[in-house]
């Protein structure tokens, strides 16, 4: 289970399904030479298959390698167009695409403005 990750943390999609029989070190080079991203780098890289019903994501944690499985008994994993090799996500949108949740159809709302009030 991934808990609560550190702001800043960065999120990349790859929008290219992958062979998701891949384990630590081929996912590891994939992000390597195919998004062109260091795998120990912090950032979190999410990946999925030719059906959209189970993703693996794979980042660092500063002292090992993690890779993490789910695969959606009902339904797909919301996934964007392949358009390019990879989308950064918010780690927000993270949190919906694993609940298996259309993260594409949300938008954070605008800052706000404070407004005074006098007493």
Not at 14 to 23: T, Y
Not at 33 to 57: M, N, T
Not at 90 to 116: F, M, N, Y
Request: with cysteine.
């Amino acid at each position: 289970m991934i808990g609560q990750l550190p702001a800043g943390t960065r999120v990349y999609l790859s929008c290219k399904p992958v062979d998701l029989r891949k384990g630590f070190d081929s996912l590891g080079a994939y992000v390597a030479e195919a998004l062109q991203d260091d795998p120990y780098s912090g950032a979190i890289f999410v990946f999925r298959g030719k059906r959209a019903d189970y993703v693996k994501i794979l980042y660092w944690d500063g002292s090992g390698m993690c890779l993490f499985a789910k695969r959606l008994e009902n339904g797909d994993f919301a996934w964007p167009p392949v358009v390019r090799d990879s989308v950064q996500m918010t780690p927000a949108q993270l949190a919906l695409l694993i609940e298996g949740i259309d993260w594409r159809r949300t938008h954070a709302p605008a800052p706000s403005v404070a407004i005074p009030i006098h007493l």
